[in-house]
């Protein structure tokens, strides 16, 4: 997915929530602009009504010698139409190409 930093909420997954009850992510996200790459993880799960998501386990070259995430990418899961959607807003100018593996558990 390549979201663009417009300050909105950007859908770049979705599920079916009466499928899946969660789903586990790595996430490879580069801003080319600023050359900075970074790999996280995030957890998504729901109850039926409501989302929750959390993001762990990052490291990328946010400052020079790598010793930082670069931390560009607010995270967030909503329910909507019958699928749990993860989306990302970005908190600079710059586009982000965010690239992921999925690993979906049933209900």
Same mark, same amino acid.
């Given at each position: &997915?390549? @979201? ?9 997954? /979705?599920?079916?929530?009466? $499928? +899946?009850? !969660? ?27 409501? &989302?929750? @998501? ?9 400052? /020079?010698?790598?010793?930082? $995430? +670069?931390? !560009? ?35």
């Amino acid at each position: &997915a390549t @979201i663009t930093g417009d300050s909105s909420a950007q859908r770049i997954d /979705s599920f079916d929530l009466s $499928v +899946y009850r !969660s789903a586990s992510y790595v996430m490879s996200i580069s801003d080319s602009t600023a050359n900075r790459f970074s790999v996280i993880q995030a957890n998504v799960t729901h109850n039926g009504g409501t &989302a929750y @998501i959390s993001t762990f386990g990052g490291i990328g070259n946010g400052t /020079s010698d790598g010793s930082t $995430v +670069y931390d !560009s990418i607010e995270f967030t899961a909503v329910i909507n139409s019958g699928n749990v959607r993860v989306r990302a807003k970005v908190n600079n100018t710059n586009t982000q190409v965010i690239k992921f593996v999925r690993r979906a558990l049933k209900v």
